[in-house]
Nanobody, 125 residues
């Protein structure tokens, strides 16, 4: 599986952005996908992980402000982000794994074998 993100950009504090991630070379009918982010000088952290046929499992850092959904027909993972704050400024990465079981926010980033190039989000105050 391969993934490619789009939709990053600049927004003022309190604004919204939608990120998209299209998966290709999909081998299995169901798999695990997620969004991670990494700010400059910080470690990569999770935003949401979800099975493609299940419910999203959000990480605490953005829970309540983001909504993830997966369109199986388009193999597209969408992340709607609201009430963005300057501390949300980061590069956002989409990830996918053919390993379906244990697809929740306890999964480590190391367990995802496919990563996109990242899309940058800048939130100004």
């Amino acid at each position: 599986v391969q993934v490619e993100e789009s939709g990053g950009g600049s927004v003022q504090a309190g604004g919204s952005l939608t990120l998209s991630c299209v998966a290709s070379r999909v081998t299995y009918s169901r798999y695990c996908v997620g969004w991670f982010r990494q700010a400059t000088g910080e470690e990569r952290e999770g935003a949401v992980i979800m099975p493609t046929d299940g419910r999203p499992d959000y990480f605490a850092s953005m829970k309540g402000r983001i909504t993830a959904s997966f369109d199986k027909a388009k193999n597209t993972l969408t992340l709607q982000m609201n009430s963005l704050q300057p501390e949300d400024t980061a590069t956002y990465y989409c990830a996918a794994s053919n390993s379906y079981y244990g697809c929740n926010n306890q999964r480590s980033a190391r367990e995802f074998e496919a990563w996109g190039q990242g899309t940058h989000v800048t939130v100004s105050s």
